[in-house]
């Protein structure tokens, strides 16, 4: 390879301005050799009604329920029945951390508007809601092309923000969610693991299918550092100044056990766990999601 990067290497990418340039880079390359979507060509029908909520298209309210109901709704399709997804990006303090010139959050950002370009593609409707210890953006589902510009101004305009709190947001968003749905988490899942984890089985026990992109550096999976290094929390934890050749052993033996904890329970209970690294390329992160997406509409 000479020394050449992957054209989907994250570094590669981030040296690319435009976001919807990056998505459309990333979801081109794995798409391509692969099946078109099996909803192209597909007829419009009428599938059903949903309440209206801002940012629906006024067109479709049906006036004849609004007589009778004294509400609005809009008449929903089926290309927009095929799927709804809800991709939940984490921007907490602990996303900001980099080892080289990509950060977690920049990564999430990318893969985030990369799936959520994929999803329109294919005819999906898709969401986008970014947390830290609350809500902080949310954008309903919507099945449009359209819709990847709303998406794309929020997640253009993130910065890492202050302390984690996913449990209340994934409890939040499953009062949101009343029908069978695909929900992508990107976060480094640096929470209460068992708070968590009791949340994403709460999806599960409703049918909905769940997809879990553990996004972490690589040093803080190998902890190569040497010399006396002060360590300063990203979530106003303080910080510490310490030997890490002292405590190597032990650091990656908790992280080894944090990691290997969220895959076994994922495992036992239907959700789809990857643990992926800001160093790997973004196609590969795609081409996951593919494979259960094809799960999913069978």
Known sequence: ?????????????????SLILRARLVVEGVLTGLHK???????????????????DDLRHIDWKVYGKSDKYYVRQFEEETNLKGYILL???????????????LDYG????????????????????????????????????SSHIQ???????????????????????????VRRRA??????????EADRVLDAL?????????????HVLDPYEIEFPFKDLTVFLGMEGEGQILADPRGMRST????????????RRVCLENGIDYCLIKTSTPLDQALTEYLAKRERFSR
């Open 1 to 17: 390879m000479n020394g050449e990067r992957h054209p989907l290497d994250p570094l590669v990418l981030a040296k690319i301005s």
């Open 37 to 55: 979507s099996p909803h192209h060509g597909q007829s419009v029908e009428f599938a059903e009604h949903k309440e209206y909520s801002p940012g």
């Open 90 to 104: 984490d921007d907490s303090g602990s996303m900001g951390y980099r080892s080289n010139k990509i950060s977690k």
């Open 109 to 144: 950002i990318t893969l985030a508007a990369s799936l959520a370009y994929l999803m329109l593609k294919q005819l999906d409707a898709v969401g986008v809601l970014t947390f830290n210890e609350r809500e902080s953006s949310y954008i309903p589902p919507r099945a449009h």
């Open 150 to 176: 709303a998406i794309l101004q929020i997640l253009e305009r993130l910065e890492p923000g202050s302390k984690t709190n996913l449990a209340k947001v994934l409890n939040n968003l499953a009062e949101k």
């Open 182 to 191: 695909l929900v992508i988490l990107i976060s480094d899942l640096f929470d």
């Open 201 to 213: 089985k709460r999806f599960r026990h409703r049918k909905n299918e769940i997809i879990i992109f």
């Open 251 to 262: 650091y990656q033996r908790e992280i080894s056990g944090f990691i290997e904890n969220y």
